[in-house]
């Protein structure tokens, strides 16, 4: 059974209808782009699967349970996490206090109140930071980072609860050269432990580190499969040589 | 900064004459009715311009008790007192937080307005609570057979009350919670994506600062003797938010030091310039929030310390997290 699914997702905005019957499937461990051109869907259908934004009609299940209806919350509770197209860590906060924030995020109350996993997290909340090559910043506000900064520091909270399906919308937009190549890096390791599901304009970007595409325009999934399978595919060259 | 202020307030009616003794506890029990509102705004973002609410409806429940029933004991109305404060904003808040949907700043500040407005409309309007006068002549709150009366007793009781809801503030701050909540200011909208309930959180908040505004009114009540509509009221609710805009939100201090700075004030221009004093004050809070929209405690404190920080990395604390 796939780890996502999302069935006949609609979502209309007034009279624009900006999904239309789209599906996604992932599996565990797999490595999902949603690619397509400007305007085709694939913010909302993230939105739609994070939560963000409610479905008009369709469905989603993650891990066999109906989440169409979940707030953000339960769906972040169930092990799934966003990271938003625009950043937006917390500006004022230390970079070990944004990390600390979205790890202790199911801690109960009383264990709040009394700081009981402060202690326990401290550890993760470290490796996140090295891992991101963010621990000499530990305790700069995050206001000072630069923006491939800030995008890492995004990726490091929504990776740190250790989810099971990890939403990256456009991590690397604003990003240098070096900075997309260290971020493809960065992603590289996660594999092992949990799903991903990429939006990314980047297409060499996505196509290093994805098993299998979707593309989508106006809408409606116009083909998934392979990487290869989608670079050889004549609707889809049809499109982004439409658009071209 | 906070050592210098506990000093001051210890040795304060050593040199003030009595009567400058009692001003200065009602200043105290008004520092707690700040801190309660620094808790919701300052720390949690919710905008709330109904926090007279609980502390009238307190002030009042504890007069009744008082009045019908003869109890004055302070361990039973002080109790009595944070319950009435805390099931007010328990309802109110449940009322406007805990819809199916997000409520927005509009709608709580609105909301929260309305019901300050409505409560003290409802005051004036029923004479069990003794309408436009409300409700005189309330006896000294009691221990034993020994009566708290104004003065030099009721100062320092006031201030040990003040000084255990401040530590317990800061504790509270300071905490993981206390990071939630900094979470909560900063962006709700991402932070429920991490899968915090946002919603019962500002509901608890709110409800625990609902509990201290209802200790200050019923405080309040027996230093004055007599509870009035205005304490429920609109004038009341926007008071707390001057001090502590005028001291800084988001510290506690800050709400203590804007609420003893805007009080005396408030005393030395009525005496000085009794037709225009409430013009002067006025401007001069006008200034700050121009100014210094940060309070008057960021003439002292850097926005750094103003934040916080809630975990440390090892460089600055070598023997691990707090």
């Given at each position: 059974m796939a780890l996502l699914e999302a069935r006949g997702l609609t979502k209309i905005f007034g009279k624009l209808t900006?999904?239309?019957?789209a599906e996604l499937s992932v599996e565990q461990n797999e490595f999902h782009g949603l690619i397509g051109p400007n305007g085709s869907g694939k913010s909302t259908l993230m939105k739609c699967i994070a939560g963000a934004e409610v479905a008009t009609a369709g469905t989603v299940t993650f891990g066999g349970r109906d989440?169409?209806?979940?707030?953000p919350a339960e769906r972040a509770r169930a092990g799934m996490s966003l990271k938003f197209q625009i950043t937006s860590v917390l500006?004022?906060?230390?970079l070990y206090d944004n990390v600390l924030l979205a790890l202790q995020a199911q801690t109960s109350l009383p264990s709040l109140l009394f700081s009981r996993t402060r202690g326990v997290l401290h550890d993760r909340v470290m490796a996140m930071l090295e891992q991101f090559r963010l621990v000499d910043h530990?305790?700069?506000?995050?206001?000072?980072?630069s923006h491939g900064q800030q995008q890492w520091l995004e990726i490091a909270m929504a990776l740190a609860p250790e989810p099971k399906l990890l939403l990256l919308d456009?991590?690397?937009?604003?990003?240098?050269l070096e900075e997309r190549r260290v971020t493809g890096e960065l992603l590289q390791p996660i594999k092992k432990r949990c799903s991903l599901v990429i939006v990314e304009h980047d297409l060499d970007f996505i196509r290093d580190i994805c098993d299998r595409l979707t593309v989508l325009d106006q809408g409606s999934v116009l083909d998934c499969g392979s990487v290869r399978h989608i670079q050889s595919s004549p609707k889809v060259q049809e499109v982004y040589l439409r658009r071209a | 900064m906070e050592v210098a202020v506990l000093t001051i307030g210890v040795l304060l009616p050593l040199v003030l004459q009595d009567y400058l003794t009692i001003y200065a506890t009602r200043v105290l029990i008004l520092c707690l009715f700040a801190l309660s509102f620094d808790l919701v705004?300052?720390?949690?973002?919710i905008m709330s311009f109904g926090q007279a609410v609980f502390f009238g409806s307190a002030g009042y429940g504890v007069a009744l008790i008082a009045r019908d029933l003869g109890v004055t004991s302070m361990l039973l109305v002080l109790p009595a007192g944070l319950l009435i404060g805390f099931t007010f904003a328990l309802l109110l808040g449940g009322f406007l937080?805990?819809?199916r949907h997000q409520s927005s700043v509009i709608f709580v500040s609105l909301g929260t307005l309305t019901g300050s407005y409505a409560a003290d409309r409802v005051a004036r309007g029923w004479y069990y609570l003794?309408?436009?006068?409300?409700?005189?002549s309330i006896p000294s709150m009691s221990l034993g057979s020994y009566d708290l009366d104004e003065g030099p007793v009721f100062y320092y009781f006031a201030l040990a009350i003040l000084l255990l809801v401040y530590l317990l503030c800061r504790f509270l701050v300071g905490s993981q919670f206390g990071l939630a909540l900094a979470g909560l200011r900063e962006n709700e909208q991402r932070i429920k994506f991490f899968g915090y309930r946002v919603q019962r959180l500002k509901a608890i908040i709110f409800s625990f600062a609902g509990a201290i505004a209802g200790l200050a009114g019923s405080l309040f009540a027996f230093h004055e003797g007599f509870v009035w509509p205005n304490m429920l009221g609109v004038v009341m609710s926007t008071q707390v938010v001057l001090y502590v805009l005028f001291g800084g939100a988001g510290t506690l201090i800050g709400a203590v030091i804007g609420t003893v700075v805007i009080e005396a004030l408030s005393f030395w221009l009525s005496n000085?310039?009794?037709?225009i004093w409430p013009i002067i004050l006025g401007v001069l809070l006008l200034l700050v929030i121009l100014f210094r929209p940060a309070g008057l405690i960021s003439l002292i404190v850097s926005e750094r310390e103003r934040v916080g920080n809630f975990g440390r990395p090892p460089k600055e604390r070598p023997h691990g997290p707090a």
């Open positions: 900006a999904l239309n019957g989440i169409t209806q979940a707030p500006p004022a906060l230390t530990a305790a700069s506000p995050a206001a000072a980072l456009e991590p690397t937009g604003g990003m240098s | 705004w300052g720390y949690a973002g937080l805990l819809g003794g309408g436009q006068n409300g409700i005189p000085s310039y009794q037709d």
